[in-house]
């Protein structure tokens, strides 16, 4: 029989560098696929439907829910984010290894249905550091950067409950502690 792959779960705040990070994983990591992800929230400048998210209808994201399809799913910041479960399910049977690159509150539901998933939490040296880099993505309002941050601060609590914590300051550190867990 063939083997099955292993399931990664990336968390940690929004601006932590987690984007940056799955990249260079994805590069150095033939074996390894990204899982695409559902959400509610409207695509950013630059974003493709089906590339960063499946971007869909708070509509068709209460009828998947109803319909059992997400492996985990949470409200984060203001819109709705979900894993489809057929997706991981499909590449982990093929034998792939698969990244996941989702909230805590999905990680810890990943962790019930499948405890055998690594979860990998991404922290920031700082909160200040964190403000900095969200700020100099550019990609946030006020109002949503705000958002960001309240939701950090109780995303760090939960950083004990990973397997691993990778402190994003130096990003080659970093993007090789990725490496030495995935590979
Ligand atoms: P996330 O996906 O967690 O929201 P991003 O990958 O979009 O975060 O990173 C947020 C910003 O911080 C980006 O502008 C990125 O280039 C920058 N960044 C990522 N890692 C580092 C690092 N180690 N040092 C400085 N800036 C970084
Ligand atoms: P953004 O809107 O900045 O792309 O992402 C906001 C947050 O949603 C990030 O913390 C990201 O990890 C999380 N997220 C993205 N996809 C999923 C998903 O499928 N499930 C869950 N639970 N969170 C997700």
Redesign the pocket.
């Known amino acids: 029989m063939m083997k099955t792959g292993r399931l990664f779960v990336?968390?940690?705040?929004?601006?932590v560098g987690?984007?940056t990070l799955r990249e260079h994983a994805l590069k150095n990591a033939p074996s390894l696929t990204y899982?695409i992800?559902?959400?509610t929230?409207k695509p950013?400048d630059g974003e493709t439907d089906g590339v960063?998210?499946r971007f869909i209808s708070r509509e068709k994201f209460q009828e998947d829910i109803s319909r059992g399809l997400?492996l985990?799913?949470?409200h984060?910041?203001e819109?709705y984010?979900?894993?489809l479960k057929q997706d991981v399910v499909n590449e982990l049977e093929a034998g792939h290894d698969v990244l996941?690159?989702?909230?805590?509150?999905?990680?810890l539901?990943v962790r019930e249905k499948m405890p055998d998933a690594v979860l990998v939490f991404v922290a920031p040296p700082s909160v200040e550091e964190l403000e900095r880099r969200l700020e100099g993505r550019g990609?946030?309002g006020k109002e949503s950067l705000n958002v960001?941050l309240a939701?950090a601060v109780k995303?760090l609590a939960l950083k004990d409950e990973y397997d691993y914590v990778i402190v994003n300051d130096d990003l080659e550190n970093a993007c090789e502690e990725l490496k030495k867990i995935i590979l």
């Open positions: 990336l968390s940690g705040p929004s601006g987690k984007g899982s992800s559902c959400t929230r950013r960063e998210y997400f985990e799913y949470a984060v910041h819109d984010y979900g894993t996941l690159e989702i909230d805590v509150q999905g990680a539901q990609t946030e960001r939701n995303e």
